[in-house]
């Protein structure tokens, strides 16, 4: 019993996790898209700025290059 009670624990606690990481990413996201938009800053000021890798940004930058 008491170990069905900390997996149980264990999951809720790693789903909270998830959760948490999958706000922060998406808002980083957002942040480095409106940089973007701006387009005052070259790629590796706006991946320091939203705390993302590079490789994010130019993903970021070329799906926005094929909404034009």
């Given amino acids: ?8 624990q264990e999951i809720l606690k790693s789903y909270v996790e998830s959760e948490r990481f999958d706000a922060e990413n998406a808002a980083k996201i957002e942040t480095a898209k409106r940089l973007l938009n701006m387009g005052r800053l070259i790629i590796d000021e706006v991946a320091i700025a939203s705390g993302l890798p590079k490789e994010n940004i130019l993903e970021l930058q070329k799906e926005q290059l094929q909404q034009i």
């Fill in 1 to 8: 019993m008491m170990m069905e009670l900390y997996d149980e």
